[in-house]
């Protein structure tokens, strides 16, 4: 009765089931996998939040393909905003003609995935990565061909790996910019051969920058938004879960940029993807500006919160061996390489079993090794230093 693209294990996997009875239980969990940024007790503006969902122009009805030019002003307001990162002094000029509002990056992916993939048509993706990827792809009957990153004094992609992957039915390259959970940003020199390889191959660029603004080290030079690289047809992903921390909102984009023959025809055929849909409701566009002004009041709180977080770890590191954490560039997570003495599955249910602790295991972001573990660095700083010390009390035992 179904389609097999919806042949999915629909089981619940053993950690799962681990967390849920712990709860059940009513034992109190720290958990380290917090990443709903709604719940890890920040200082939100809700009275201005609030009052920018309540305007009177939204009784008005205006069907726009890309989106309500006010939202998409904001979002070229963003990029301008963002303008210097990198070391570069490009005048960022995202247009707002090349602006398409989704109601997240899983949406503004499976736009970009119509518009390049027939049945059957490959994308390289990064591996380690987001989960989400796979699901994605399955509903629009693509086939994901994993490109590893390889960790070695940080982590960088693997070129010739990719070059293995390239088949006739490869569209287009997936990078996520910094990516979730290495915290790893595309390189300065990988720029100039990643544009090189999707040139080389007729490939386009799909790239989700949602961590984009969390950069550790050195916010001011940064890492540059894809959203102006013009050398391939480029969809560059983001949206206000992230830069905002109000994945509630549902309010995400694709800018499209490159050769500009390119961007046209990309341009057409997006807007017609987005206008069967139509899926942007009206007060939420008039907010935009609004919403994407209050990333000034949330993201410094976010970017304290990871900085005290990874020295807490790094502090509790250094008293013991047994496990070092992988470098993070940026994003809200980090991984944790620690002693293969079982798989990382038995090892994260005995520590919800018997210290009352969540972490994910590195196979859910498709680790290729047992060994890794992977902590969300937003989680509240009581909980997480609490949490660490078990999980390394654990791993000692
Ligand atoms: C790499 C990456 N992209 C996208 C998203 C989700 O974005 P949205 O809520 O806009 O779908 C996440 C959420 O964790 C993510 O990690």
Not at 27 to 54: F, H
Not at 83 to 95: C, H, I, T
Not at 380 to 393: K, N, S
Request: aromatic share 8%; hydrophobic share 40%; net charge negative.
């Amino acid at each position: 009765m179904f389609s097999e693209r919806t042949n999915w294990t629909l089981v619940q996997n053993p950690f799962s089931k681990a967390v849920e009875q712990a709860h059940a239980d009513g034992a109190k969990i720290l958990d380290l996998t917090a990443s709903n940024p709604t719940r890890v007790g920040l200082e939100y503006d809700s009275r201005a939040i609030l009052a920018a969902l309540g305007s009177a122009r939204a009784l008005d009805y205006d069907p726009q393909a890309k989106g309500l030019l006010v939202a998409r002003e904001a979002v070229a307001g963003y990029y301008r905003d963002n303008r210097g990162r990198g070391g570069k002094d490009v005048a960022s000029n995202v247009s707002t003609e090349r602006i398409v509002l989704t109601t997240s990056t899983s949406e503004g992916y499976s736009y970009v995935f119509r518009l390049l993939c027939n049945a059957g048509d490959e994308l390289l993706v990064p591996k380690p990565s987001y989960p989400l990827f796979e699901f994605l792809a399955d509903l629009q009957d693509v086939k994901l061909v994993p490109y590893p990153l390889i960790y070695d004094h940080g982590w960088q992609m693997d070129f010739p790996s990719m070059e293995r992957g390239v088949t006739a039915r490869t569209r287009g390259v997936v990078v996520v910019h910094p990516n979730n959970p290495t915290g790893s940003y595309v390189q300065g020199g990988e720029r100039g051969l990643l544009n090189a390889f999707c040139r080389a191959h007729g490939l386009a660029l799909i790239v989700d920058e949602v961590f984009l603004d969390y950069e550790l080290e050195d916010e001011d030079m940064g890492h540059a938004s894809f959203a102006e690289n013009r050398d391939v047809l480029t969809f560059t992903l983001s949206g206000l879960s992230k830069i905002s921390a109000l994945p509630q909102m549902k309010v995400a984009w694709v800018v499209t940029s490159g050769p500009e023959g390119e961007v046209a025809a990309a341009m057409g055929r997006l807007e017609v993807i987005a206008d069967t849909y139509l899926s942007m409701n009206a007060p939420i566009q008039w907010a935009v500006p609004a919403l994407l002004e209050r990333r000034k009041n949330i993201q410094w709180q976010l970017l304290e919160r990871v900085r005290r977080n990874l020295a807490e770890l790094d502090r509790q590191l250094a008293g013991q061996k047994a496990c070092q954490r992988l470098s993070v560039e940026g994003g809200w997570y980090a991984v944790l390489r620690v002693p293969v003495t079982r798989s990382d599955e038995e090892l994260v249910i005995e520590l919800v079993r018997k210290r009352s602790v969540v972490v994910h295991p590195g196979h859910f972001y498709d680790f290729p090794e047992d060994g890794y573990l992977v902590l969300s660095l937003i989680t509240p700083e009581g909980e997480f230093r609490e949490g660490i010390g078990r999980l390394l009390q654990c791993l000692s035992a």
